[in-house]
């Protein structure tokens, strides 16, 4: 690569040192370069939207277009974002507490409305910027503050179940601990047309820190399937495994099409 994309801030990095949030600017960083270099976007029309929360922090870290959402509401942001003005490509970043608690609703009817959006969520499957509260993608027994001594008692989340049930056309998991993948699986959401969902495995350090288990267990699928079942078997676990990459993407009508 000839040129370079000037994309970092000035601004102080606030995160945990070490926190696994700075692989996941790393690799958003390095998914934009090679788009906008590529010619595939244009970094002018290109929007970042963040909610509340530990993740929030990255649109502080990214020269470009921006915009801070509330609690919650990521999605909506980004809907209305592309609905006002339909060239431009809008990003999401969510904390798995925004995006599977606070916004759920808003996050299935994105999807099953099929708007040319892209969301990215931070899920460390725990609320780390309050201090250790239990999401819904929290494991069963984990004891955070809001569910001590006892630990959680309730089942976790699958949320690339729920999108795949909810319309979602572009379904994604990855592992922030593999930068280059994870660029990867971006660069795939941001060009695919629809609604892309890219649940990212981001493990907390201080309140849940999952690195040595996730390490050992990743596994990568090949391509995506094109069909519900097959989605499933990409991401069917076998054994103790966690599979990771694109496992359902399909076409079909965004929003703004149906609109227009």
């Known amino acids: 690569m000839t040129m370079e994309l000037q994309l970092e801030t000035n601004a102080h990095i606030t995160w945990c040192p070490g926190c696994t949030n700075a692989q996941l600017l790393v ?3 390095e998914a934009l370069t090679e788009l906008v270099l590529g010619g595939t976007v244009a970094k002018e029309n290109v929007v970042a939207v963040a909610g509340i929360g530990c993740h929030g922090k990255i649109t502080d870290y990214l020269q470009m277009n921006t915009y801070t959402s509330l609690h919650g509401r990521v999605v909506p942001a980004l809907e209305g974002i592309k609905l006002g003005n339909p060239a431009l490509t809008v990003i999401g970043f969510e904390g798995d507490g925004d995006a599977y608690a606070e916004g759920i609703a808003h996050l299935i009817h994105a999807a099953r409305r099929n708007n040319d959006i892209n969301l990215f969520v931070h899920n460390n499957m725990v609320f780390a910027l309050t ?7 929290s ?22 179940l729920l999108m795949l049930a909810a319309g979602a056309t572009f379904v994604a998991r990855t592992y922030v601990g593999d930068i280059a993948r994870t660029k990867e699986v971006m660069k795939a959401a941001i060009a695919h047309k629809g609604f892309s969902f890219v649940d990212i495995i981001q493990p907390c350090i201080t309140f849940l820190d999952t690195r040595d288990s996730y390490r050992s267990r990743i596994t990568w699928v090949e391509a995506p399937a094109a069909d519900f079942p097959g989605a499933l078997r990409l991401m069917a676990p076998t054994g103790d ?20």
Do not use: H, I, W
């Open 241 to 260: 495994t966690v599979p990771c990459g694109v496992f359902y993407q399909v076409q079909r009508p965004t929003l703004d099409e149906m609109l227009s």
């Open 131 to 137: 201090a250790s509260q239990a999401t819904p993608t």
């Open 27 to 29: 690799a958003f960083r």
């Open 139 to 160: 494991p069963k027994g984990f004891k955070g503050r809001s569910s001590a001594p006892e630990g959680n008692v309730e089942e976790p989340l699958d949320p690339l």
